[in-house]
Every structure is written in structure tokens, then in C-alpha cells.
């Protein structure tokens, strides 16, 4: 036992019980909120993406509107790049994924849309101009976009879906080749 | 047959387990030796049990059964038998029965020990360890079972445990393969020393709720367990370096640490570990601090378990994280219990872990540990913080809001320049007492010579006074440690009249901790030093080169050569690899050979770097992107990364501080008890 036998043998008092157990509920809560966002089934490849709304970043614009809604894009390849400013990785692909957009863009059959994951506006306007980024790109707000994708990796990640809005591919890391990009898009059309 | 076998192997241990608990706990409340001593047996029986039930899953990871769903997942043919072997640890289930099978090992170790002078903690520790293993074993049971098969079940495809009506087996001719990112030397260690680390936490923890449980809640237990928590310290801090080598060899980001969510994960209870090697000396030399290292402890344990359920639950987005899996709420289920019971325990028994002396200095060695341990704690808030704050700010306001490499950077940076400065104070502070006058008495040489070596840089090496700021720090605390060195061999030289290296390596055997904590710190400096160099000074670049043009960047000039690109079928890897020539201010230096591997079975790219590393700096070269007649071109991405060797160098001079203060020399319980009762104690003293 215990060597002290004079001083006091205060405990914890009851402020502080209550504090601690009253943080200790909240953190749980929290992470129980976070754990049933985590069981939502995993978009599937082979499977429907389900339906979503964007609207893009100032200053960019698809068909001359800024907002997207997948549904609108029936009929079209729709590849959405998940990126953030502050992604090493992402660095790497994104001249290949602008060339690739270029080389697609008037066709029309192919649509690039880049969202971009817990990000700050700033550290995201600064990402596009460095890259030159000229496809439509929009923030992931309340990471609505990766929780319908059910995201479980990092940033990069490269959903492909075909013209029946059926997810067909999924790149998880960088590309490493503009012909990367392109030979995907072949294997769908 | 052996899948059946390994399940029902591991079925059983699961009842072992829950059977060691009820015996622990009904021993230890009806006095009954003979049920404790029945726990403790059944304890034992674990270790043989998982180790039987992992090697049936190593033998059909090895043999190709890919009838086996988690060896269709994680193995292939081609794959060579030693990474098939690790494959164990490369996919959730296989992983978790690894964490059980070590968590197993580290209890029977303990409870193999001498008990004689601690038999009331025997049953409580049996408890805590078992109880833990209950539920690791419970998850790869109920949830996650690696030796689920996959059965045909009108002609579709279902992985079942056994074998559903009118079914088949079905057997897959070859599996997907170990993600070729995993399939990297530094990869094969770097999981198993992190789950080493975490799993020797159990340990210690498993002695403070003893001590806790019982009422026993003097140095006992501390003193039972300081030396596990320096080789768990050990083992975690391996496995973080280990993992930070990985990143920059095989990532591709000329980069060695991302602050992912589940690196910070790793880092927070490494964060604690370490506040807790520090202040464990003060409860040991000066009786206070009780209540504070009961809850490093118990905190140490519930972020290995906390941040284990992150990586695993799918809750936070990560590079690292497994995919989505049902075991979250059964393991949330499991944190929850751990911290109320922890928390309720340090409440009951609060009044019993009063210090016995107070603090006297503000400068004395204690007050400078508590600031120490403070300065670590504001790093864990910032860390914990950054990895939560996502879900909160997505619970409260819908949004989020980047918590990436920034955030923490900026946040933590003043906090490490501040550690960094306790490191050179407090070695020559002294228990109880120390002044303002005394200090800069010890110091003052020290402090001189950094300023002149921090001018000396300005003057030579670069302006930029963060990097300045740094680079004073670390001389500053080289040389206290230096001094230190110098010092006490000194004194001791005088007095044994010995010879110098003599004298150094008898003091540095005599206080093993004490040296191979300054060891420590020393290899701390030197990992700052490249930490600041690639922090800093990383320079990169980007081009695409045609055979023979060049790319000049941070005083190196890089010539393209040629491409090649082959299959090698046996091991289902096509290389496509660069030749570039380096030359420094015209001189050839040699050729580098980045190059990207690209993996049939699981068609994915790994990019290897060609790396020149040298103390200076590395140049890191990187193949981006290739034209399909080589002549034509490629696309490289160079980085010079001054410095950064160092912090491969200081990594490893770590774990030799670390192994030196580990090393067991005589049985820990038989150390003469506290010395440094007297409040005027000198440094030397230790």
C-alpha cells in the first residue's frame, strides 16, 4: 500500500468525474458517427454509382454551367480524379491527367472532373494554377462525393465510370503515363 | 483439412482465453492459488495454441491453397516463398492473428517469470492480457477468419468457413497477389515492429491495472515493467523509421513521412511512450508524479488500441488503411470498455497515488521531465486533434477542413525546437535543485560554441533562420551531450586513475539508461539534421529529356542514356528502367537506374527511385513517363534532398542508444531501491 498516512486523502472530485466521463461520451460518440459513415457499402466496380451533385470551384464551367449532377452525364465516360493541394502523390499525375483531358476534351465523350478532398480554397486555387489544371474541378463538401464513393485509401484515386453511370475501374495511387489514363478509357468504350 | 484445423485451433484458444479470466478473476477474489496458478497454466497454453494454428495458415499461404480466401487475396504464384510467408501480416485476418499470436508470446513471457514477490499482481495481469486476447481472437473467429474458403454454391462463388449445402470447393488457379507496395524489405519488418511495439504495451498496462486493482500502487510495478516499455519503445520506434525508410525508397515522393492519419496513429502512443520513459525516472528517483505516469500508461495502451481501430474499422481515409471491414463496432465495442474500466480505476483509486515529496525548482531535473512530458502531451493534443478534427467538423458543420502535412508542421515544429532545447538543458539540471546561475555555469561553453558554429552557417551554408534556429539547437545539444560524456569520464579518470576510454566505457556500463538515453539524444540530433535538410532544402525539379540531353539542379547535371523495358515472367514483373548519367561541376559520378515495375497479377506500377545518397545530399530521380521508342524521350522528377542521410544515420545510432539501455544486466527486481531521496542531489549522481 501506499507510504502516506498524514496528508489528506482527497479523491477525484465530482466536477471532474463528471467532466472526464462527459469527454470520454463525446469522443466516442464522435468516433461511433465516423464508424457508421465507414459501414456504407463501397461503390461498386460492376456496379451503379449512385447519384450526386457538384458545384465547381470559381471559374470553372462544363457545357457552360457550373454545377454538375451525374445523372446530366449519362451517355458520357466520366473519370472523377479525388485530389488534394497537399498530396505529394498527386503532383506526380497531374500534368499526365491534364494532357489526357486535353486530348479528350473536344470529343466530348469524355468528361474529367477533379474533386478535391479536405482541402482549404487557398491550397486548392494555388494546385490548379501551378498545374495549369483546365478541367472542371470542385470541392468534396462534407466529403459527400467520397462517402457516396465509400473512400476507405488516400489521395489519389481515379474513379472511372462508363455511359450507363455503371463504375467500371478504380486507380488507386498516381498514374504514371498519360497512355495510363488513355488505355483505361480504351478498355470502357 | 489444414484450413479446418487452424479454425478450430483458434476456436479453441478463444475458450482457453475466456476461461483464463473467470479462473484469474475467481482465484484472486476466493484466495484460491490453485485457480490462479490453473490461469496462469491456461495462459501458457496460448502461445503453443496460436503458433499451432499460424502455422497451418503459413503452410497454406506457402502451398498455394487458393481455395483459401485470404491466400487467394494476398498471394500469388510467382510470388517467392518468403513473401508468402509475410503475406501472413499482409491482409486484415492474417494480421490479426499475427497481433494475437505476439500478444500471446509477450504473456506467456511474463507469466513464466518469478512471481514470488508479486503474486497479487499474477491474476490481474492473467486478466488484462487475456481479456485483450479474448477479443483479438474473437475478432479473426467471428469476423475476419483467415481460413474462410470459397465454396460453389449454384454456380456462384461464396467464401464460407465450412462447407454450405450442396456445395463445391473452388479453388481460384492463381491468387491476386500481396499489393507489390508491400512487397519490399522494409515492408516485411515494418508491420511486425510496429505491432511489436504495440503489443508490448499490453504489458505495462497490464501491470498498472494490476497495481490499481490491487491497491499495491507503489513503484512495484513500474519497476516490473520499465524495462518492457523501453524494448516496446524499442520495437515502435523501429518500426516508425522503418516505415518512414519504406516511404522514401518506395512511395516515390522523395518524402519519408506524410502525416496520415494512420502514421499519426503509430506516432501518438509512441508520443506517450516516450513522455513516459522520461517521467518514470522521476516517480523512480523523486516518488512523485504517480497519478501522471498511471495515465501515460493507461493512455499509451488505449491509443495502441485506439489507433489499431482506426487502421482497421475504415473510420479515417489513410493510404494505409485495410478495406472495409465488419469488425468497427465490435472493436469500438472494445476501446469503450478499456477506457471506462482504465478511467474508473484511476478515480477509485486516485487518493492512493499521491506523490510523496513536491517539487522544490522549477529548474530542477523533475521540473524540467514535467515540461518535457507537457511539451510531448501539446504534440499529441495537435496530433490527436488533427486526425479527429475531420469528424468533427464534418459532424458540426458539414464541412471539412485540410488537416494535412501543414497543419501539423506548423503546429508542432515550435514544440520540437522546444524539446529540443529541454535536451540541452536538462541533462545538466539536478534532482531537486537547480538555479538559473547553476545552469548557465554548465551551459554557457556549450551555448557559446553553437552560436559560433550557427554563424559560421550563416555565413557559409544558408540565411534561412528557421534552419538556423534548428542548426543552433542541435549544436547546442551535441555538445551539452558531448560535454556530459567528457565530464563525468573525466571525473571518473581522476579518481580510478584510468585511461580515458576506460573510464568512459566502465561509467557508460555503470548507468546503462542514463548514457543510452544521451545515445538517444544524439541520434535524435542527427535524424533533425536531415529532418531540416529535406524540410528546408529540398529542391526538385521536372522534365522530359531526349538520349543525351541534360537537366541541371542543385549543382548536379543528369544526362538521359537510354531505356529498356522486359518482362521477367517468373516473377510476373515487367521492368522498365532509365539509364541517366550524374556529373557534379563536370565530373561523371556514375549512372543511376530509376525505373517503374509494373505487376501482372495485381496491375499495379511501383515506382523506384534511382538514389545517389551521399552526407551531404541524396539526388533521388524518379521515371515518370516514357515514350515508346526510347530514343524519343522520358519524363523524370528529380529531387536533391540535402541532409538526409543523416536521418538514416541517426536512425540507426537510435537504435543502438536504445538496444544499450535496454540490454538487460541483472534482474531489474533485485536494483538497489531509490537513491535520491536527499533534495540536494547533483546530476552526477544518477
Known amino acids: ?189 | 483439412m489444414f484450413a479446418e484445423f487452424g479454425y478450430g485451433i483458434l476456436v479453441v484458444s478463444f475458450i482457453v482465453a475466456i476461461y483464463s479470466v473467470f479462473a484469474a478473476v475467481y482465484g484472486a477474489t476466493s484466495k484460491s492459488a490453485a485457480m490462479v496458478e490453473s490461469a496462469r497454466r491456461s495462459m501458457l497454453l496460448m502461445f503453443p495454441l496460436i503458433s499451432l494454428s499460424a502455422a497451418a495458415l503459413i503452410y497454406l499461404l506457402v502451398n498455394n491453397h487458393f481455395e483459401v480466401a485470404f491466400v487467394y487475396e494476398v498471394t500469388s504464384r510467382s510470388m517467392p516463398t518468403y513473401l508468402k510467408v509475410t503475406a501472413w501480416w499482409g491482409g486484415q485476418a492474417g494480421s490479426l492473428v499475427f497481433w494475437s499470436w505476439l500478444l500471446a508470446a509477450f504473456a506467456s513471457a511474463v507469466t513464466i517469470r518469478k512471481w514470488e514477490r508479486d503474486i497479487e499482481f499474477l491474476p490481474w495481469v492473467i486478466v488484462i492480457c487475456s481479456t485483450t486476447l479474448i477479443f483479438f481472437l474473437g475478432m479473426v473467429v467471428v469476423f475476419e477468419n483467415p481460413f474462410t474458403r470459397f465454396w460453389l454454391v449454384n454456380g456462384n462463388v461464396e467464401p464460407h468457413m465450412f462447407a454450405p449445402a450442396n456445395a463445391t470447393l473452388f479453388t481460384a488457379g492463381d491468387g491476386n497477389g500481396l499489393n507489390p507496395l508491400l512487397r519490399h524489405p522494409g515492408m516485411v519488418i515494418h508491420p511486425p515492429m510496429l505491432y511489436l511495439g504495440f503489443v508490448s504495451y499490453v504489458i505495462p498496462y497490464a501491470f498498472a491495472m494490476a497495481a490499481l486493482i490491487t491497491g499495491r500502487t507503489d513503484d512495484r510495478w513500474i519497476r516490473l515493467t520499465r524495462r518492457w516499455s523501453l524494448w516496446a519503445w524499442l520495437f515502435l520506434s523501429f518500426g516508425l523509421v522503418l516505415g518512414g525508410r519504406w516511404a522514401y525508397d518506395v512511395l516515390g515522393w522523395g518524402g519519408y513521412w506524410g502525416w496520415d492519419p494512420v502514421e499519426i496513429a503509430a506516432f501518438m502512443p509512441w508520443l506517450t511512450g516516450t513522455a513516459f520513459l522520461h517521467s518514470v525516472m522521476i516517480q523512480e528517483k523523486r516518488g512523485l508524479l504517480k497519478h501522471w505516469n498511471m495515465i501515460l500508461v493507461i493512455l499509451t495502451y488505449a491509443l495502441v488500441i485506439f489507433g489499431t481501430f482506426l487502421t482497421r474499422s475504415g473510420v479515417l481515409s489513410s493510404v494505409h488503411a485495410f478495406a472495409n471491414s465488419p469488425i468497427g463496432p465490435f472493436f469500438m465495442g472494445f476501446v469503450t470498455l478499456s477506457l471506462v474500466v482504465s478511467i474508473a480505476l484511476v478515480i477509485w483509486r486516485w487518493p492512493m497515488l499521491r506523490g510523496e515529496t513536491e517539487m522544490k525548482s522549477m529548474l530542477s531535473r523533475e521540473a524540467l521531465f514535467l515540461l518535457n512530458n507537457l511539451l510531448f502531451m501539446s504534440v499529441l493534443v495537435i496530433c490527436f486533434w488533427g486526425v479527429i478534427f475531420p469528424l468533427v467538423s464534418e459532424l458540426f458543420t458539414g464541412q471539412k477542413v485540410t488537416v494535412g502535412p501543414p497543419f501539423y508542421e506548423r503546429a508542432t515544429a515550435p514544440i520540437f525546437a522546444a524539446l529540443m532545447f529541454l535536451m540541452g538543458v536538462a541533462p545538466l539540471s539536478a534532482w531537486g535543485h537547480s538555479t538559473i546561475q547553476t545552469l548557465g555555469r554548465a551551459m554557457w561553453k556549450s551555448a557559446l560554441a553553437a552560436a559560433i558554429i550557427t554563424a559560421v552557417l550563416f555565413a557559409t551554408y544558408t540565411q534561412n533562420y528557421i534552419a538556423l534556429i534548428g542548426f543552433f539547437l542541435i549544436a547546442l545539444v551535441l555538445l551539452v551531450t558531448f560535454q556530459e560524456f567528457w565530464r563525468a569520464a573525466r571525473a571518473r579518470q581522476r579518481a580510478q586513475s584510468e585511461n580515458f576510454l576506460t573510464s568512459l566505457t566502465r561509467l557508460m556500463g555503470r548507468n546503462r539508461r542514463r548514457y543510452g538515453g544521451y545515445i538517444i539524444h544524439i541520434s535524435m540530433m542527427l535524424m533533425a539534421i536531415g529532418i531540416l535538410g529535406i524540410e528546408i532544402f529540398q529542391k526538385e525539379t521536372q522534365g522530359s529529356l531526349k538520349q543525351g540531353d541534360q537537366l541541371d539542379i542543385g549543382g548536379y547535371t543528369v544526362e538521359y542514356r537510354e531505356l529498356a523495358s522486359w518482362d521477367d515472367s517468373g516473377k510476373g514483373v515487367n521492368f522498365t528502367r532509365a539509364t541517366i548519367d550524374v556529373y557534379k561541376n563536370g565530373i561523371y559520378l556514375g549512372e543511376l537506374n530509376p525505373r517503374i515495375d509494373y505487376y501482372f497479377d495485381s496491375q499495379q506500377n511501383m515506382t523506384i527511385p534511382g538514389n545517389r545518397s551521399t552526407f551531404r545530399d541524396d539526388l533521388y530521380v524518379l521515371l515518370v513517363d516514357w515514350q515508346p521508342v526510347s530514343s524519343m524521350g522520358a519524363t523524370f522528377k528529380i529531387f536533391v534532398n540535402p541532409l538526409v542521410n543523416w536521418l538514416w544515420i541517426g536512425s540507426l545510432l537510435f537504435l543502438v542508444g536504445i538496444i544499450f539501455a535496454a540490454w538487460p544486466d541483472r534482474d531489474p527486481a533485485e536494483e538497489p531501491v531509490r537513491v535520491a531521496r536527499k533534495a540536494n542531489q547533483t546530476s552526477a549522481a544518477d
Open chain 1, 1 to 189: 500500500m501506499t507510504e502516506e498516512t498524514t496528508n489528506e486523502k482527497r479523491g477525484v472530485s465530482l466536477p471532474v468525474q463528471i467532466a472526464i466521463w462527459t469527454f470520454l461520451a463525446a469522443l466516442l460518440a464522435l468516433v461511433a458517427f465516423g464508424l457508421r459513415r465507414a459501414q456504407n457499402p463501397m461503390a461498386e466496380i460492376g456496379k451503379p454509382v449512385p447519384q450526386f451533385d457538384l458545384e465547381y470551384y470559381p471559374g470553372y464551367e462544363y457545357n457552360g454551367t457550373a454545377k454538375m449532377s451525374l445523372a446530366d452525364l449519362q451517355g458520357k465516360i466520366v473519370v472523377i480524379n479525388i485530389w488534394a493541394s497537399w498530396c505529394k502523390p498527386c503532383e506526380q499525375e497531374a500534368p499526365d491527367l491534364e494532357e489526357a483531358w486535353q486530348f479528350y476534351k473536344d470529343g466530348g465523350d469524355v468528361v474529367f472532373i477533379g474533386v478535391d478532398y479536405v482541402d482549404t480554397p487557398a491550397g486548392a486555387s494555388e494546385y490548379l494554377t501551378k498545374f495549369n489544371i483546365s478541367f472542371p474541378n470542385a470541392p468534396d463538401l462534407k466529403s459527400n462525393i467520397s462517402s457516396i464513393l465509400n473512400r476507405q485509401m488516400g489521395v489519389p484515386e481515379t474513379y472511372f465510370i462508363d455511359r450507363a453511370g455503371v463504375l467500371r475501374h478504380v486507380k488507386i495511387g498516381p498514374f504514371s503515363s498519360v497512355n495510363e489514363i488513355k488505355s483505361i478509357i480504351q478498355g470502357i468504350e
